[in-house]
């Protein structure tokens, strides 16, 4: 009789004749990782762990307009976003690509988006920007004047 284990906390149905622990953690990974971890981010980044009201039909719509922003966070990611930004969490996203201080400034019959010159993902936001609009002519400015960098 062979002496067959699994590492504390996991059961898996695995093939017979699979003795090993790295096997059949990678058997687990590979069955479980991607809705593992797309209840571990509606949970924790998108507010799913916590019914907000007394009222089921209040919560039903709380949990579905939750569903719908993990929906459209994970739509964001790998449709618009830069190779290194594609697996990021919610908390991320939120903190680097949406929640972005910029101004909108009309110059010349034009709308100029500037950055502050300090964010560190400009270069990822303009190429996701440029992928989700199409525009081509787009550019990093900064949010100080000639006057404000040299006080």
């Known amino acids: 009789m062979s002496k067959?284990?699994?590492?504390?906390?996991?059961?898996?149905?695995?093939?017979?004749g699979t003795t090993d622990d790295v096997t059949v953690e990678h058997h687990?990974?590979?069955?479980g990782g991607?809705?593992?971890?797309?209840?571990?981010?509606?949970?924790?980044?998108?507010?799913m762990n916590h019914a907000p009201v007394q009222n089921f039909f209040g919560n039903w719509v709380w949990w579905l307009a939750a569903t719908l922003a993990y929906n459209v966070a994970r739509w964001v990611r790998v449709l618009a976003l830069p190779?290194?930004?594609?697996?990021?969490?919610?908390?991320r996203l939120r903190t680097s690509f949406l929640n972005v201080p910029a101004r909108v400034v009309r110059s010349a019959r034009r709308?100029?988006?500037?950055l502050p010159r300090a964010y560190r993902h400009a270069?990822?936001?303009?190429?996701?920007l440029g992928q989700t609009t199409g525009a081509t002519?787009?550019?990093l400015?900064?949010?100080e004047t000639p006057e404000e960098s040299t006080a």
């Open 4 to 16: 067959r284990r699994c590492p504390p906390g996991v059961v898996a149905k695995v093939p017979f």
């Open 28 to 31: 687990h990974r590979l069955r």
């Open 34 to 47: 991607p809705p593992e971890e797309a209840i571990r981010q509606l949970t924790e980044d998108f507010g």
């Open 83 to 91: 190779e290194p930004f594609r697996t990021c969490r919610g908390k």
């Open 111 to 114: 709308l100029h988006l500037r």
């Open 123 to 128: 270069d990822a936001f303009i190429a996701a």
């Open 137 to 139: 002519d787009l550019r």
């Open 141 to 143: 400015t900064s949010n």
